[in-house]
C-alpha cells in the first residue's frame, strides 16, 4: 500500500508533519505558514493565491470569519460577461469554480488523534469526520495520528453529517426521508424521483436498479408493488447508505443491494438508471455522482441494457438534456446511442426542473439550466436487441 500522504511545516523552529487528508484527493500543499487571530485578509488572501495554505492555530470561529472574508475576495473580482457558446461558458464556469475551491481550501485546521479540533471554540466534529473519513484506528499514539484538513472540506464533512442525521424528504414516499451518506448523491432534487414514481410499471415481478446510490428509486419501486428489486452499484459507501435506507424504511425484504459495475446477473422486465447527467470529467472523487466522463456509464447501461432486458421489458433512462444546453452532447448523439444498441424508444416522461438555479438570473448557466428537462426514457430492445 502506498504510505497516506504527509503535510509538513516549520512551527516555533521546529519541523513538523502530520497526514493530509483530502476527500477531494488534493496533493498536500508544498508551502504551510503558521496563522492565528492576527492575520489579516488581505495577507491571507495574498499568500493562498501565492501557493501558501495557512495552518489555524487561532479561534475557530475566527477562522470561518477569515473563510468568508477569503470567499468575499475571490467572488468580488472582475467577470467577463459569460461567452456565447455554451460549452465554452460551462468550462469557463467550471474553471472559476476550480480556482475558488483551490484558494478557499488553503486555509487548514488540526485534528487531534480523536478526530477533534484542538482550537478554542471548536465544535464537536468527531462524528462527522468518523463518518467520512472512518473511526480512528484503535492504538494508534496521539502524535501518529494528527492530521490536517482544510477547513471548507472539514465544513462540508459538517453539514453532510447533518443532512445524513435529518434527512431528506421524499414527496414520491409519502413524505419518508432518505438519509444519504457522506459522498453519495443526495436526492434533493425529487423531479428524477416523482417521474419514477408516476411511470407506468411493465411488470411488479422484478426490477434492477443500476448504480442505486441512496436506494431512493429502489424503495420507491418497492413502494410500488415491485416484488424484488437487485440494486447495485460499486461505492462501498453508496452501498452501505442504500442498505440502512432500505432497512429503514421497511422494504429490505424486497431490496437485494449488491456489489456490481453496472448491470447484475440475469434479465429482468424492468431496468432502471439514472447515470450522472453531464459528460466531463470530475476533479474530485465526490463529482463522479455529477459529471461522467466520455458518457462511460450512459454508454455501458445502454450498450449492456438489451442483453438483460426480458422479452417486452423496458429499461428506464432518467437524463436531464442541461448536456445539450450546454452544448456537451447532442440530442442526436444520445438517439444515436439508442440505435446503436439496439434499443427503441417506446415513450418519454418529462418534468421542468424546481430547483432555485433555474430561476436564479446570477448563474453564469442560467439559460441553460432554465431551459433544462428531465426525461425519463422508456426503452424497449429493438428487431437487433438482446
Known amino acids: 500500500m502506498n504510505a497516506p500522504p504527509v503535510v509538513a511545516w516549520t512551527e516555533a523552529d521546529e519541523a513538523r508533519t502530520a497526514a493530509w487528508r483530502s476527500e477531494s484527493g488534493a496533493p498536500p500543499p508544498k508551502r504551510v505558514a503558521v496563522a492565528d ?3 489579516k485578509a488581505d495577507a491571507a488572501y495574498k499568500l493562498a493565491c501565492e501557493g501558501t495554505a495557512l495552518l489555524w492555530r487561532g479561534d475557530f470561529h475566527n477562522a470561518r470569519q477569515l473563510l468568508t472574508a477569503l470567499a468575499r475576495r475571490i467572488d468580488r473580482r472582475p467577470r467577463k460577461a459569460p461567452p456565447a457558446d455554451p460549452a465554452l461558458a460551462f468550462h469557463r464556469h467550471r474553471a472559476a469554480q476550480n480556482h475558488r475551491a483551490r484558494i478557499l481550501g488553503m486555509l487548514l485546521v488540526p485534528l487531534d488523534a480523536e478526530l477533534a479540533v484542538p482550537l478554542p471554540r471548536a465544535p464537536d466534529v468527531r462524528a462527522a469526520c468518523a463518518q467520512a473519513y472512518g473511526p480512528p484506528a484503535p492504538g494508534t499514539a496521539p502524535s501518529d495520528a494528527a492530521s490536517v484538513v482544510s477547513l471548507r472540506e472539514l465544513l462540508g464533512l459538517i453539514g453532510a453529517y447533518e443532512w445524513r442525521r435529518k434527512g431528506v424528504e421524499i414527496p414520491a414516499l409519502g413524505g419518508d426521508r432518505i438519509h444519504p451518506h457522506y459522498g453519495v448523491f443526495s436526492p ?28 431512493v428509486l429502489a424503495t420507491v419501486l418497492a413502494r410500488r408493488g415491485v416484488r424484488r428489486i437487485v440494486a447495485t452499484d460499486q461505492d462501498p459507501r453508496a452501498l452501505a447508505c442504500a442498505r440502512e435506507n432500505t432497512e429503514r424504511l421497511g422494504v429490505a425484504d ?22 450522472p447527467w453531464v459528460p466531463a470529467k470530475p476533479v474530485a472523487p465526490v463529482e463522479y455522482a455529477v459529471y461522467d466522463p466520455g458518457s462511460r456509464m450512459l454508454r455501458g447501461f445502454l450498450n449492456g441494457l438489451a442483453d438483460h432486458l426480458t422479452p417486452e421489458g423496458e429499461g428506464w433512462l432518467i437524463l436531464s438534456d442541461l448536456a445539450e444546453h450546454l452544448g456537451l452532447r447532442p440530442r442526436a448523439e444520445l438517439l444515436d446511442a439508442f440505435a446503436t444498441a439496439g434499443l427503441t424508444v417506446a415513450a418519454r416522461h418529462d418534468i421542468a426542473p424546481r430547483h432555485p438555479r433555474a430561476r436564479d438570473t446570477a448563474d453564469p448557466l442560467h439559460a441553460a439550466r432554465a431551459a433544462e428537462v428531465t426525461s425519463l426514457w422508456r426503452l424497449r430492445a429493438g428487431a437487433h436487441g438482446g
Do not use: H, K, Q, W
Open 254 to 275: 424486497r431490496v437485494e443491494i449488491i456489489e456490481a459495475d453496472l448491470f447484475p446477473e440475469g434479465r429482468a422486465p424492468l431496468v432502471i438508471c439514472n447515470p
Open 37 to 39: 487571530d492576527r492575520m
Open 188 to 215: 434533493a432534487r425529487g423531479e428524477y424521483v416523482d417521474l419514477v414514481a408516476e411511470a407506468p410499471l411493465p411488470s411488479s415481478e422484478l426490477a434492477f436498479d443500476i448504480g442505486t446510490g441512496t436506494g
